[in-house]
């Protein structure tokens, strides 16, 4: 392990000590009225969740959200919506002024793709995440989130992964056939918000690194896939934006509508990742959000991006996405969420489409089963021709893939799981590929705090 990643890690768990200290002593207390709380509207029991048995939680109160007076459940990645229904999952706890939760999943997997493309790789993956909010006056809301990601320990080349393309690991060459790792700093950002009304809150968000106002949540946060240690090949058209190093977001909330503008560095991060980067706001974004019933999210979003590609600096990118997340409860403690997304990217005159459809049932506490399909237009799988992108491919992908968890403690629970996928390429690729349909395949163990 780098030298500096213990300290790096323990930072999330410093701010969690921080915030406990500013409380004083370390003594249960009921939770105060947060900006928006609705006596009136209780929020729903989440599946699978004693949260009654919590030191200093009061659950005769609900917790709201920290962007408007809605349920804490609608509040996903960065600034992003998910349908109130959604599992809340994480550890809470009160103390003084401050609600903290703290979650998070460490997996250990072993990948295998297939064909000449392929190759075989263990490697560790997973986040860490400490948030913090309190009340500000009579209507105001601070939160403060940090997350961080062990992805830097599988190297720069990131883990194989058929059809996948996306950011270098030496600053010289692209990634091709490869998921690259995420940074070590997922998210630093600090919000606040404004109760207007019973319905009405205005917000703003900053973030070093943070998530612009585009695309759904990010991948590892949807409930539909998050328990699949497998990114989507669709990542850069959808939601690869989650990582941004500099975010400034402002926002209004009515009700089941969120409209919201982010100005961003539109560069995507480096091969270095465990550092800060910095770069000028130069990229935009516009997202427009509604939930019209708890189980459903809506969102349609735009963005005009900057020289995003560190190896194409001159090249800018115009992106649109529209999804759709729908969330039910199952029984008396399990769930089902599906997402279909399409996500478009255009520069030089090209435009790339991608389309995706997700979707995860948890019949009870022990079992999640998770599928995914996913169809894109890529033009980055073969080598460049005079400075340009290859030809464009249509290329698919199907996975599945069940995890069985067993509680180790109250709060932590051990996972054992696998996936297998096919992947589709057309003719022109089926020499690279060794076939038509080239296979992949991940076993992998989890431990998680819940």
């Known amino acids: 392990m780098r030298p500096i990643l213990v300290p790096v890690l323990s930072l999330p768990v410093l701010l969690l000590s921080a915030l406990l200290a500013s409380a004083g002593a370390a003594q249960a207390q009921t939770m105060p009225d947060m900006p928006g709380m609705d006596h009136s509207k209780m929020g729903h029991d989440m599946p699978g969740h004693d949260m009654g048995a919590m030191p200093g939680m009061d659950m005769s109160a609900p917790m709201t959200g920290a962007f408007g007076p809605y349920a804490i459940s609608r509040e996903a990645s960065g600034t992003a919506w998910q349908p109130d229904a959604t599992e809340h999952e994480g550890l809470h706890v009160m103390r003084g002024p401050w609600r903290i939760m703290v979650h998070g999943l460490l997996n250990g997997v072993y990948d295998h793709q297939g064909g000449p493309r392929g190759d075989d790789q263990s490697f560790v993956s997973g986040m860490f995440m400490v948030m913090a909010a309190r009340p500000v006056g009579e209507v105001g809301t601070l939160q403060l989130r940090a997350m961080v990601s062990p992805d830097p320990l599988m190297g720069p080349k990131g883990y194989p992964l ?95 509508w969120k409209i919201e503008a982010s100005a961003y560095n539109g560069r995507e991060p480096d091969q270095h990742r465990y550092d800060i980067e910095t770069g000028s706001l130069d990229s935009s974004a516009v997202r427009l959000s509604w939930n019209p019933t708890a189980n459903l999210s809506l969102q349609t979003s735009w963005a005009e991006e900057k020289g995003p590609e560190q190896l194409e600096p001159d090249v800018n990118q115009r992106k649109v996405s529209a999804s759709a997340i729908y969330t039910l409860p199952v029984g008396d403690r399990g769930w089902w969420s ?45 080598p460049a021709i005079a400075g340009r992108h290859g030809p464009t491919f249509t290329v698919g992908k199907i996975s599945l893939g069940a995890i069985r968890d067993w509680a180790v403690s109250d709060h932590v629970s051990f996972g054992l799981g696998g996936l297998y996928a096919m992947n589709f390429v057309p003719a022109g690729l089926e020499a690279a590929y060794g076939s038509a349909e080239p296979t992949g395949a991940m076993a992998f163990v989890r431990l998680k705090l819940h």
């Open 162 to 256: 058929l059809l996948a393309t996306g950011e270098t690991a030496d600053g010289k060459t692209p990634l091709v056939d490869r998921q690259h790792p995420h940074d070590l700093f997922m998210e630093l950002s600090a919000s606040y918000s404004v109760k207007l009304s019973g319905q009405d809150s205005v917000f703003v968000y900053a973030g070093l690194p943070g998530e612009p106002a585009f695309g759904p949540p990010a991948f590892m946060h949807r409930l539909s896939v998050m328990d699949s240690p497998e990114a989507p090949i669709s990542h850069h058209w959808l939601d690869s934006t989650h990582i941004s190093f500099g975010v400034l977001t402002a926002g209004f909330v009515h009700d089941g």
């Open 338 to 382: 599906t997402t279909a997304a399409w996500g478009r990217r255009s520069s030089e005159g090209v435009d790339l489409d991608a389309w995706v459809l997700e979707s995860a049932v948890k019949p009870n506490p022990a079992w999640t089963i998770f599928g995914r399909a996913e169809r894109v237009e890529n033009d980055e799988l073969t």
